[in-house]
């Protein structure tokens, strides 16, 4: 990884030397805009709207417009933002650690000791996680101002950018006015269909199957050429009934759910094996071939 960051943590006349990293990554397969009829990139050009020239990035400034006057911002005119020249992760409050709202929390990123703070890293580290406080601190990343949190995560100190109070929206729904009235059958099946789906929260078990399928759709591309027929590859999935979907009553879903979590967790009676079933499993993995026509 590569430090995008360096400063120091400080609080008091404590000062800790550290480096930030990006502690997360997008997984996401990289795609781009083509012409569909030859396959010719995209791209957007920096045109100017007055004279229609195209404008080198180095001569491109940030601008505000109030609707009526703009005032343009040049690097230098960013630069001179106190804010921008601090090197510091100020701590304001020591917290605990149920006080922070998830929903506030924004980026994350991991803070490496500089190898003259090893002890005053350890020691913060150290006093964090026994007192289960968080540090919420002001640093300035990228010409703002942030609002976030220090905290504790195994042996390493996170800093997770946060949203500002004034950015978190206020849920005013009129839905949300009224109480509907919850009989004490339905809320005892309603916990009895959580139980039957409790578990402890592993992230390794889950899958983001969307890119997968894309990155298999594109290695399915590559190998049989552009004119590969996506249905043959993957199979075609029945068509949803139009329309919209059967109201069903609240109690009865219930009752339902927690009947079928019940059903999947009780072993199932062994059916004689079929000689024909590894047969059925590679016809389905593999891709449909098409019957040749007779002679």
Known sequence: ?????????????????????????????????????????????RRCEID????????????????DRTVILTPEDLSSLPAER????????FVPNE??????????????????????????RKTLEDEDRTAIVNFAL??????????????????????????????????????????????????????SFAGDFEPEKFTDEYQEELRRLIDAKLE?????????????EPEKAKGGGEVIDLMEALQRSVERSRSTKEPAKKAPAKKTAAKSTADK???????KKPA
């Open 52 to 67: 229609g020239k195209v404008i080198p990035y180095e001569h491109i400034a940030k601008a505000y417009d109030d609707g």
């Open 142 to 195: 990228r010409q703002k101002t942030r609002l976030a949190a220090l905290r504790v995560r195994g042996n390493v100190l996170v800093l997770q950018t946060m949203l500002w109070h004034d950015e978190i929206r206020e849920a005013d729904f009129p839905a949300l006015d009224s109480t509907p009235r919850i009989t004490e059958r339905e809320l005892k099946l309603s916990a009895a269909l959580m139980e």
């Open 285 to 291: 993995s593999a891709p449909a071939k098409k019957a």
């Open 224 to 236: 049989q050429g552009e004119s590969m027929d996506t249905a043959e590859t993957f199979g075609e």
């Open 86 to 93: 601090s090197r510091e992760i100020d701590v304001v409050e």
């Open 1 to 45: 990884m590569r430090a995008i960051w360096t400063g120091a943590i400080t609080f008091g006349l404590v000062n800790v030397p550290v480096k930030v990293y990006s502690a997360t990554e997008d997984h996401d397969v990289a795609l781009h805009q083509v012409h569909d009829a030859d396959g010719g990139r995209i791209r957007y050009q």
């Open 99 to 124: 006080q922070i709202d998830p929903m506030m929390l924004d980026r994350s990123y991991y803070l490496e000791p500089d190898s003259k703070s090893l002890k005053a890293y350890a020691l913060l």
